[in-house]
């Protein structure tokens, strides 16, 4: 079995004891990582405090050719990294609509070379003959990324490379249950940057703790539960360190009755099922109105029974294991409870037999906001499909829950689906189609899915301060 230490200030560090990573195909280990101890989480934190100096003051054009580096080294290390994420998350090599470890892979390596050639210039907001005002972008020091184990390494790119684009130094703590592919990550980068400027630390709670509540991290950027994410800001208070948060999402689609169905249901199935569900921004209520409703819950359900279901190692599957156990039982309890409420299921609603973390894709109709299952976010392969008449009403059906990361809706007018479309309330909006982000587009929740943005310049100035020079000319 595979072991990967952590990574502190260039150098591999054992730690006190290991962590077993479990594959979900087969529930059983298939790699450990060194947990790190607070002592080791304080050195991380130190190393990045000293190597945030020189790194800072390098120039921008260095910093970028470092990071397009690093992209290389992701490309020329594709396969390998490829299987690592397979085998931690349980996503397939290729996937549903292509949508696996090949596109996260791909996409990190994509998010990187775009971020690597952003710049972020000096703002003359006046300059006449009495006085000269720049505002200048500074980094903000010591970055702490923590990242889910959905995504593991494209979300660690997300956190990773803006921060060091602009200056800043970066500790990183992943998901305990995936830390093997962002470990590799970070061994491949300390072959490229100096010493310090990207670590390493692996555990479970305790030791993101540590790290967030570390008195000389300047940043938390974080990925993962609303829950954990307001203990996160509750903790950055004390000292007032700068936050992004991207936090959990129960994202609506609205189906207008003039949606050619034949055409959309393929893009729905996809938008809600890729990854098995375990995505932030995927589609998780579906409302259809009253006139297609049976017609799309049918092919949906039609489509749930033929999509290949396995583990992400073999040729043609299109969905994996839910990753973890403590998931899948969330997904089960959110299922017995669609039942409770009357659902009908039309595919799917329990585990698949054998090893590994496998639940079937379920379609479940006949829920009406009010049930858990439209409440909560499943954040796996299960989906309710909800009947509506009045388009105004489910708007303002869709806007009542707490979540606001992403919202579609689907239609065959576009300048109305358009206008409809700005009316949820909701981070990021799409018109016939869902969940689709891109490196330049702004990517962020409001409401309890989270503060701040990822991406694009917008993205890039979070891991910045302002600094207003003002210079008089006489």
Sequence with gaps: MQHYDMIINGQNCAGDSSLEVINPATGTAFASVARSSEKQVNEAVAAARVAFKPWSQQSSAARKQLCQQLAQAMEDNMAEL????????????????????????????????????????????????????????????????????????????????????????????????????????VQLANEILPAGVLNIVNGEGDVGAALTSHPDVNKIVFTGSTATGKRIMATASASLKRVTLELGGNDAGIVLPDANISAIVPKLFAACFHNNGQTCAALKRLYVHESQYEDVCQQLAQLAKTVKVGSGLEDGVELGPIQNAKQLAVVQELADSARSDGGRFLAGGEPLAGGGYFFAPTIVADLSDGSRLVDEEPFGPILPVIKYSDVDEVIARANQNDRGLGGSIWSSDIDKATGLAQQLECGTVWVNEHGAIQPNAPFGGIKQSGMGVEFGLYGLEEYTSIQTVKVPKR
Excluded at 118 to 124: F, G, N
Excluded at 147 to 161: D, G, Q, S
């Design 82 to 185: 490829m299987q690592l994420v397979t085998l931690e998350s349980g996503k397939p090599l290729q996937g549903l609509n292509g949508i696996g470890s090949g596109m996260e892979v791909g996409g990190a390596i994509a998010w990187t070379r775009y971020t690597a050639e952003l710049e972020l210039p000096v703002d003359v907001v006046q300059d006449d003959d009495k006085t000269r005002i720049e505002v200048h972008r500074k980094p903000l020091g010591v970055v702490a990324s923590i990242t889910p184990w959905n995504w593991p390494l494209m979300i660690a790119i997300w956190h990773v490379i803006p921060a060091l684009r602009v200056g800043n130094t970066v500790v990183i703590k992943p998901s305990e249950f995936t830390p093997v592919a962002t470990t590799r990550l």
